[in-house]
């Protein structure tokens, strides 16, 4: 799989200025406070898996290892979630994070 799913590069084409205005977003609220990249990656994973959106797992594991995040603490951001979420999400998302991982 490349940096994005296919998916995504349709809603860059097809989208390209609300996908412009959508990335400018992040990076927007990225810069707002004293958050790191790796740690930003890492919330925004854990609110990705607890809304089970498979897509935004897989970006944000990516962009997780990219900003310097280990495997471990990737999975440990996703088990810390089984109190609040439940253990089937958790176990989806780990799965989820495990395809970007093995690749």
Known sequence: MGRYSDNYQWLLQKFSTVMDKHQDLGRAVRKAGPIDAKNSQLIQLSAAAAIRAEGSVHSHVKRA????????????????????????AVAAALSWAKDIIAE
Do not use: N
């Open 65 to 88: 290892l990219d900003a310097g995040a280990t495997p471990d603490e990737i999975y440990h951001a996703i088990i810390l979630l089984t109190s609040t979420i439940g253990f089937p």
